[in-house]
Every structure is written in structure tokens, then in C-alpha cells.
């Protein structure tokens, strides 16, 4: 069954570093999602994209976000200036047509540490 | 504000019994709700969505109710197995525009006991 996956599988970085997290969609697939997770906390969205623009975005992301999609597998999360706080899982996610009754596909996250 | 409440932080139950996790929503008039599961250091994975128009749906040893009176949803593992111990997640979209912006619940952690 096609997945989505993500690299690397940890990252650990200098607070005020920059980072770029990976991620290959599912390749039919044309929404995608990045989404965060505090050790302990719920999951929360970060951003939507399609058609190489933003469509929704959460208060949690803020200047210091951005995401691209270089090219026509990998969609990239980067961070500019890390802060502590940014320590925490990042999934990325597709979903085939985008609608809310369509599932969204997760990887299994990229566990960024901040020190 | 808008909220998403699943009211037990954790549930251990027996193995071959029946689990029933609750999802509470507030200032929320979802058309669908989504379940997934989480295992620890995982994604989310994806199990049933119910639509607004829709009482019950079956999947297997899983069963969803959706009650948007109540603004409530029940999920239910019948026959539980030691497998099925995870953290299992309401989702509803709150996207605008046709794009979804997905808000999870905080989870219930499920315990089957051998």
C-alpha cells in the first residue's frame, strides 16, 4: 500500500539553526499537510497546501514557517530560526482530492529536538 | 471557541469486551467526524468517518455513532484484542473554502488487558 514517507526520522539542531523537514507524498495524492505534536499533547494542524500555494494555516504558523514543494515528489517544512519550543513531532500528511470526507494519509513524523 | 473534548484521558478494559470512546465537540457544525488511531511514536492512521446525515458506521469489530443533537460521537471496539490498545483520535475539518484544516481531539489511550 502506498505511504507517505518522511526524513529523517530525527533531527536535532541548535536553537537558532535552520531546518528542513522531508517529506514524499503519496503520488497521486495532491493536498498536503503538515501537523505538529508536543511530547504528551494532541496533534495540530500547521498547514495546507495545493496547487503550490497555502490554502489554510494555523496561528502556529507563523513567519518562521515555510513550506515549498521543490519538485514533483518531496514536500518540504522548514523553520528559520528554531526556538526550544519548536522541539516536538512533525507528521506530514495527503489526501487524494482534499475534501473534508476524504481521509488524510500520515507518515510517521520526524522527531525534531531543539537544544 | 471551538473545542474537541474525549473525555478519558485513558480507558483499560479486558480483553473480549467492548471499548467505547466518547468525542464531544463545541462551536463545531462538522458534516463529517473522522476517528484514527496512533500508535506510540507513529502517525495517525486513519479508521471510519461518519457523515452528519449518517447514525452508525460498521468497519469489521469497529462501530461509529455521530449525533450532532448531543455534538457527540461514540467509537466502538467490540471483541477487544491486545492489539487494539493505542490512542485513538476524533478529528473534525474546520477548513473554509473547500480546504481541510483537520483539529484532532487530545486522544484516548485504550488499554486492552490479556
Known amino acids: 500500500e502506498p505511504e507517505v514517507t518522511q526524513t529523517p526520522s530525527h533531527q536535532v539542531t541548535q536553537m537558532g539553526q535552520e531546518v528542513i523537514l522531508r517529506c514524499v507524498p503519496i503520488?497521486?495524492?495532491?493536498?498536503f499537510y503538515w501537523y505538529r505534536q508536543i511530547l504528551g499533547q494532541k496533534v495540530e494542524f500547521l498547514v495546507s497546501?495545493?496547487?503550490?500555494?497555502?490554502?489554510?494555516k494555523s496561528e502556529i504558523f507563523d513567519d518562521q514557517f515555510s513550506v515549498e514543494r521543490p519538485d514533483g515528489s518531496n514536500f518540504t517544512l522548514k523553520i528559520r530560526s528554531t526556538k526550544l519550543e519548536d522541539s516536538a513531532m512533525y507528521f506530514c500528511?495527503?489526501?487524494?482530492?482534499?475534501?473534508?470526507?476524504?481521509?488524510?494519509?500520515f507518515g510517521d513524523g520526524t522527531r525534531l529536538s531543539i537544544l | 471557541s471551538q473545542k474537541i473534548e474525549q473525555n478519558s484521558e485513558a480507558l483499560n478494559i479486558q480483553e473480549g469486551k467492548t471499548a467505547t470512546l466518547t468525542c464531544n465537540y463545541t462551536?463545531?457544525?462538522?458534516?463529517?467526524l473522522q476517528w484514527y488511531r496512533q500508535d506510540p511514536g507513529r502517525g495517525p492512521v486513519f479508521l471510519l468517518l461518519?457523515?452528519?446525515?449518517?447514525k452508525e458506521k460498521r468497519k469489521e469489530r469497529l462501530k461509529v455513532t455521530f449525533d450532532t443533537t448531543l455534538k457527540q460521537s461514540l467509537f466502538h471496539i467490540t471483541a477487544s484484542q491486545p492489539a487494539d490498545s493505542a490512542t485513538y483520535l476524533c478529528?473534525?475539518?474546520?477548513?473554509?473554502?473547500?480546504?481541510?484544516?483537520?483539529?484532532f481531539g487530545t486522544g484516548t489511550k485504550l488499554q486492552v488487558i490479556p
Open positions: 500528511a495527503s489526501s487524494n482530492q482534499g475534501r473534508s470526507d476524504q481521509p488524510q494519509h
Open positions: 497546501f495545493y496547487n503550490n500555494e497555502i490554502s489554510e
Open positions: 503520488s497521486n495524492h495532491l493536498y
Open positions: 462551536n463545531y457544525s462538522p458534516a463529517y
Open positions: 478529528a473534525l475539518d474546520n477548513g473554509s473554502g473547500g480546504y481541510q484544516k483537520v483539529t
Open positions: 461518519i457523515r452528519e446525515n449518517e
